[in-house]
């Protein structure tokens, strides 16, 4: 059965608006010539610019997960359909987190710039998992193709 997606219904960008700002709002903008809105979920640790220690950044990421799963079932309960998830090596795994309990049937996107295996934290769910031509550490001329 074709998935039918509802212009509507919000397709929900989740990314850490600290580092990927300009990747979302270029996603934001392409998915909205396609006639969809988007909520963007931020993935944000929040930390102030201070390196956190390796307990410290486990918690901090694991809190945010918490929170964008939150997020995005209050979402749901509004009628997004979607999840596109883009980051690096941290955001790529805060989103798996956050997603990791949705609905098997709805689609979920994690577009990640780290050449590692995502099998093991994606692996009960439906998720599909993209990796990036290049980095998305600010717009390249290839991200802007």
């Known amino acids: 059965m074709p998935l039918s997606l509802k212009p509507q219904a919000p397709v929900l960008v989740i990314a850490s608006l600290e580092t ?16 969809f809105q988007c909520d963007v979920i931020d993935t944000s640790l ?3 610019g201070v390196q956190l220690d ?5 918690a901090a990421m694991h809190a ?19 999840v596109v998830g883009i980051g690096g090596g941290t955001g790529a795994q805060i989103i798996a987190e956050a997603i990791s309990d949705l609905p098997f049937a709805m689609p979920k996107i994690i577009i990640n710039t780290m050449a590692h295996d995502m099998r093991p934290d ?24």
């Open 54 to 58: 390796g307990s410290g950044k486990v």
């Open 20 to 35: 990927k700002h300009e990747e979302v709002n270029d996603l934001v903008s392409r998915i909205g010539r396609h006639g």
């Open 64 to 82: 945010c997960a918490k929170s964008a799963n939150a997020a995005i079932r209050q979402a749901m309960a509004g009628g997004a359909q979607v």
């Open 122 to 145: 994606t692996a009960d769910n439906s998720v599909i998992i993209i990796p990036s031509v290049s980095d998305l550490a600010g717009m390249n001329p290839t991200l802007r193709q």
């Open 46 to 48: 929040r930390s102030g």
